[in-house]
């Protein structure tokens, strides 16, 4: 039988990482939830050198919204899909 702990994994318990970037630091209990961490963490730097300062608190304040309220965001791609659909631009 295969059963998920839900307990750290001996050898492993509690590890830190600190950004040499920003000195975000985050704390994971396993070793997954530690490279998720950093390659998350990684992800969100390189997005974030990909714009300029303008689209950065555009994409902040998107961000505030959507992260408040999930089903905003479902529902905000659902209407653009249909608007897509209406706006028949090219045929
Ligand atoms: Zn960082």
């Known amino acids: 039988m295969s059963t998920t702990s839900d307990t750290a994994p001996s050898g492993w318990g509690y590890a830190g990482f600190r950004c040499g970037r920003c000195g ?4 994971a209990t396993t070793e997954d939830e530690y490279h998720t961490a950093v390659d998350v963490h990684g992800d969100a730097h390189a997005v974030w050198d990909g714009l300029n300062s303008i689209e950065r608190s555009g994409l902040i304040s998107i961000l505030r919204t959507i992260l408040s309220a999930p089903d905003l965001g479902v529902e905000l791609l659902a209407l ?6 209406a706006g028949g631009d090219s045929r």
């Open 24 to 27: 975000a630091e985050h704390t």
């Open 80 to 85: 653009a899909d249909r608007q897509h659909l």
